[in-house]
Each structure stands twice: as C-alpha cells, then as structure tokens.
C-alpha cells in the first residue's frame, strides 16, 4: 500500500544559461524563481507561485527542450511497478529517482515525495 | 492592463485512440477522466484531481507526443504581446487562442482565462 500523486512539471531547456531561461519563464508565468543551493543551483531553478503543492522546476538539459511531469510517491518502487502495470516502461535511475516512458511516448520521472500536503493530496493504492 | 496566469498543462499523444490515452494518463496521475462533449470529446479529454484551479488535458495530436504548458489571460492579444516583450514568438492562432515558442523552444498556448479563482491567482500586469 502506498500513496501518489502528480507533483508537478519541469520545464526543461536545452541551453547553458540557466538564468536567462528561469528568468523568462518566471516572468512569462507570473512566478518567484528561486535558485537552489550548491551543485544543484547549477542545473535547477524552482519556481513558486500560489500553489504551493504544485511543483514547478526550470532544468538545464543536453537534450532538445521540452516539457515533462513528475509523479510523487511515498514509495518509488512500488510506484514504477504500479505504472509499469500500466503500461509505462523504466528507462533509468537517477539517484533516488526513476525516468520512465508512458505508453503514449512521453518521459516522466516517479520521484520521493515532498509537496507540504502530499498525504492529504495523494491517492492511495491498494 | 491585464492578468494572466498559468492554466495548467495538456499532455499531447500521438494517437487516435484518445480513451485509451486517458485512461493511462488518468490511472497514472490518479485523477478522474471527464470526456468533453461533442465534437470536442474526439481530441480532448479532461483530468480532475483535486486542486480545481490546475487544468490538466489529454489530447489526440499528428506530432510526437509532448507535455505543453498553457497560459490563461483575461485579454490574450494583451498577454502575447507581453510575451513577445520577453522573447518567445507567435507562431499561429487557433480559434481564441494563440500558440507560442518560447525563446527556450518549448511550444505553449495563451489562451482565454477560465479558472474558478482566475482573478485571485492571476498576476495583473500594469
């Protein structure tokens, strides 16, 4: 038994210059960005608006821009397995997190939870 | 002077079969697949969780699959020329919408506002 939720999207952009791209879409959305600490302030901007369970993130990536949803869960594993049941299939782990391709083509990733009111959000799976 | 906000997010498959695309992207967000009427309900298919202010949709596309974020605007003409200011590009209107590429080369959509609490989430521009 575990629970999840859709956590929010990522915004991610093929370019070097994470400013300029956090910079455009905070204004284009009407959002705070807000830089992260250390190695991750790098490659991740997060942006806030009023919802403060909707998870919105700027990434820096090699790969042509796009956009992707993340998934939240109390148990990863659990989870992916739950999905893949569903049809979606693993593609990689990256740390605690897993990238995983939908039967209609999209990747998403399936990550820890962390939205303040995640247990209350989230749907519970038997 | 204008407010926009963004909408919510329409999850772009590459396919006819639409029911079984919503059915997937519905059991994996854990979220209740509404078809909409008509004409309409052949593309689109909407998904409700439980914040009522994030518009979430599945829709039939000829390109590849994607995830596009849409922006909603009490004055769309007002909201793209402020998006152009930033950088991002018009590349063509449907219907009461505009469809944008942003500077970072994601596609998304301006279109009219229609949230529950638009006007107390919406940024106003001055």
Same mark, same amino acid.
């Given at each position: 038994m575990?629970?999840s939720?859709?956590?929010?999207?990522?915004?991610?952009?093929?370019?070097?210059?994470?400013? !300029?791209?956090?910079?455009?879409?905070?204004?284009?959305?009407?959002?705070?960005?807000?830089?992260l600490?250390?190695?991750?302030?790098?490659?991740?901007?997060?942006?806030?608006?009023?919802?403060?369970?909707?998870?919105?993130?700027?990434?820096? *990536?090699?790969?042509? @821009?796009? %956009?992707?949803?993340?998934?939240?869960?109390?148990?990863?594993?659990?989870? *992916?397995?739950?999905?893949?049941?569903?049809? !979606?299939?693993?593609l990689?782990? %990256?740390? @605690?997190?897993?990238?995983?391709?939908?039967?209609?083509?999209?990747?998403?990733? *399936? %990550?820890? @939870?962390?939205?303040?009111?995640? !247990?209350?959000? !989230?749907?519970?799976?038997?």
């Amino acid at each position: 038994m575990h629970k999840s939720r859709l956590s929010g999207f990522i915004i991610d952009c093929e370019t070097s210059d994470l400013g !300029a791209a956090a910079a455009f879409w905070g204004a284009a959305l009407g959002m705070r960005v807000e830089s992260l600490p250390g190695e991750e302030g790098q490659k991740y901007a997060r942006l806030f608006g009023p919802d403060q369970n909707l998870h919105v993130e700027v990434q820096t *990536v090699e790969h042509p @821009s796009r %956009v992707h949803l993340d998934i939240e869960a109390d148990d990863v594993e659990a989870e *992916v397995r739950r999905l893949e049941a569903l049809g !979606a299939k693993r593609l990689r782990q %990256v740390r @605690s997190w897993w990238v995983m391709e939908a039967p209609t083509g999209q990747r998403f990733c *399936v %990550v820890r @939870s962390g939205a303040p009111d995640f !247990a209350a959000l !989230a749907t519970e799976w038997r």
